[in-house]
């Protein structure tokens, strides 16, 4: 995507076009060539912006970023040969221009938090804040192994949940290949065969032959039909608004429902934990994770925040606003005690893993059956179907 940027270069002011995925991309590419940028815009619409988000994230590999930079501050280098160095070997254009802009914010003294902080797209403000206890306590590479640990056990969350669902969205497309070509090649070879002999079929063998008919005559005209569905059901799916309310249905699902309840506090107690064990106050690091809870447990999070500051036990107040089940609140008050909240929660987090685990591996074990049965009784249909009128004829015969 083409984007046209009004830049300064000392007092020259000028237009620049630069290509780019999105607008925080063209800015940084062009911040890395030394311009201050005044303006951007795109120069052409183009198909992709119906599924580009205004505020689309660069493409910046945090997860890799901390890796690395822990591996070389351990190795003895300075923080800013460490960023030099990342920047030197990086290949990808937006990743470079954006360690570039961290590089030159350190050559101007500032922070490396402060540094992060001005580019709010790539850097979280969980990330920033992360940094910046770990800058005033002086322990950086505790602070960057705590977050590649915790973004490990994240990521092994989502892949676990990926990986259970290949198998059903396989046997939902070799199912859904398997009727298209019934439908499309071997239906209408019945149909010829059907109208040649003139025979009275059953009204439901006369739908199905239609159906055969129309995907072997009219095969292009359906197939763009069924790609323009797709692609309006991604629009759709793909707005916030819609999102939400279908996440709010999704939510009302008994079993789903409680599924998801532990899933967003197993992120909750995780992401609090590690900025507890990160030097940040608990309140401040509650106001922090409250963008990961969905807006019911955000308000009730509010709750919490608001009893914890007038001096009540944090485990009493969770408790409370339903922000904990029976095993975690016994945690808490465990954590309390010793003095350990950080790591307490920490261990509560990967007991929601633990759990949530469990739940993907009986629900898969459970869809995959039911979609083996549902996509046969699918086939099986269109083959009786199919072969009913030859069903009838041969008991006319007898």
Do not use: C
Request: charged residues 15%.
């Amino acid at each position: 995507m083409k984007f046209e940027l009004k830049v300064a270069m000392g007092e020259a002011i000028s237009m620049l076009a630069l290509e780019a995925s999105t607008a925080v991309q063209a800015r940084l590419l062009a911040e890395s060539q030394g311009f201050s940028v005044l303006a951007v815009k795109s120069a052409g619409w183009s198909f992709q912006h119906l599924f580009t988000h205004p505020l689309a994230k660069p493409k910046f590999n945090l997860m890799l970023f901390s890796q690395e930079l822990l591996a070389l501050l351990e190795s003895g280098l300075s923080l800013v040969e460490a960023i030099d160095a990342l920047a030197e070997k990086e290949q990808q254009a937006e990743s470079k221009a954006i360690l570039k802009q961290v590089m030159v914010a350190l050559f101007e003294g500032l922070p490396l938090s402060t540094a992060l902080e001005q580019m709010p797209q790539v850097f979280s403000p969980l990330y920033v804040a992360l940094i910046r206890a770990s800058e005033r306590t002086g322990d950086m590479v505790q602070a960057l192994a705590r977050h590649v640990t915790y973004q490990t056990q994240i990521d092994a969350v989502r892949k676990k949940i990926i990986s259970a669902s290949i198998y059903p969205v396989l046997l939902i497309i070799v199912g859904g290949l398997v009727v298209v070509f019934l439908l499309g090649y071997v239906v209408p070879k019945f149909s010829t065969i059907y109208e040649s002999t003139g025979a009275n079929l059953p009204w439901m063998s006369q739908l199905l032959l239609s159906w055969g008919r129309l995907l072997q005559e009219h095969g292009k005209e359906v197939l763009l039909v069924f790609v323009a569905g797709v692609a309006l059901l991604v629009f759709t799916v793909s707005r916030p608004a819609i999102r939400a309310a279908m996440m709010r249905n999704i939510w009302q699902i008994p079993a789903l429902g409680n599924t998801l309840h532990i899933y967003q506090l197993a992120r909750f107690y995780r992401t609090l934990g590690m900025l507890l064990r990160g030097g940040i106050p608990l309140v401040t690091a509650m106001g922090m994770v409250s963008s990961l809870l969905k807006p019911e447990l955000r308000s009730s999070l509010e709750k919490v925040t608001h009893d914890v500051r007038e001096g009540k036990p944090m485990s009493s107040a969770m408790e409370q606003h339903g922000m904990t089940t029976a095993i975690s609140i016994r945690m808490l008050r465990v954590g309390e005690r010793s003095g350990q909240m950080g790591e307490m929660m920490e261990r509560i987090g990967a007991f929601y893993d633990e759990e949530i685990g469990r739940a993907v591996e009986w629900f898969t074990k459970l869809l995959e059956p039911l979609l083996m049965i549902v996509i046969g009784l699918i086939v099986g249909l269109v083959v009786v179907l199919m072969y009913m009128p030859i069903f009838e004829l041969a008991g006319s015969v007898q």
